[in-house]
């Protein structure tokens, strides 16, 4: 089995490194803070962690920290080694990666749709981009991982990434004020909530009610930067970022105590 690298040990890297090493795959993590390998082999440095590496996977926060973790093993990349960019930082970040890359290694882009439950049991939501080739290549790594849609060239994975985001967290935040205006005008709670759950906001509304998710306010807030987008996605972002209290809790935290109804 090929040799992977995985570089990003978060709330999602780290179950997912783990599916990988039960799978049996020979597997080496590095984390920007040390101590999260739990039991996985660990390396010093990102290009000790590729050294020797025919995959490298990397599950970053943001478009900054994967420039910075990337410049300090793309050098070490030899040729026919295979680079899965799983984090959520947008094309045109993913572009910048691809230009660095020394020649005859390969990359595709795979961020992915799902919670920390889902990472755990290898069932993300997965969009691929890159070149045929590189898909057939990333995809029997990817299986262990979740479900794989491929979405086209170099780029289009993390296209779609940022236009699903985009319309979950927006439909999410527009749920508190909806639900405000419920209150000023009279109409209970229960009732607001009973038919919203049975019309086009229903999956908005499950997400919200959801227990088990753990995506941050903060990261649904860059996902939403990610997407530029008009004054709707603008306005929602706002939202997010308005009450620094929630910057850590769960995406559902902007629309109240609706969980634990």
């Known amino acids: 089995m090929e040799k992977i690298a995985f570089l990003g040990l978060g709330r999602m ?3 997912m490194a783990r599916r990988l090493a039960g799978a049996g795959y020979p597997l080496t993590v590095w984390n920007r803070s040390p101590g999260r390998a739990d039991g996985l082999t660990e390396a010093a440095s990102p290009a ?3 050294a020797g590496a025919d995959v490298v996977v990397t599950m970053l926060s943001d478009p900054q920290a994967a420039a910075e973790v990337a410049g300090r093993f793309t050098p070490a990349l030899a040729p026919g080694t295979l680079w899965i960019d799983m984090s959520s930082i947008g ?4 572009a ?3 230009a660095q890359l020394p020649d005859g290694v390969a990359m595709v882009d795979a961020p992915v749709v799902g919670s920390v439950g889902p990472a755990t049991a290898g069932d993300l939501g997965i969009f691929a981009g890159g070149e045929d080739a590189d898909l057939e290549r990333a995809e029997p790594v990817l299986a262990h991982l979740g479900r794989v849609r491929r979405c086209g060239g170099p780029g289009a994975g993390a296209a779609l990434k940022v236009v699903v985001i985009g319309g979950i967290v927006a439909c999410v935040t527009v749920l508190s004020e909806v639900l405000a205006v419920a209150r000023e005008l009279g109409v209970p709670r ?3 909530l009973e038919v919203l759950s049975a019309g086009p906001l229903a999956g ?3 997400r919200a009610r959801s227990t088990e998710s753990d995506f941050p306010v903060r990261l649904a807030a860059k996902d939403l930067a990610l997407a530029g987008g008009g004054p709707v996605l603008s306005a ?3 939202v997010l970022l ?3 209290s929630i910057a850590d809790r769960d995406l559902s935290a902007v629309v109240g105590a609706l969980r634990e109804e």
Request: hydrophobic share 50%; charged share 25%.
């Open 48 to 50: 000790e962690a590729v």
């Open 242 to 244: 308005a009450d620094p």
């Open 204 to 206: 908005a509304l499950a």
């Open 96 to 98: 910048g990666l691809r």
């Open 190 to 192: 229960e009732v607001a």
């Open 91 to 94: 094309p045109r970040a993913v």
């Open 13 to 15: 890297g780290q179950p």
């Open 236 to 238: 929602a972002r706002q």
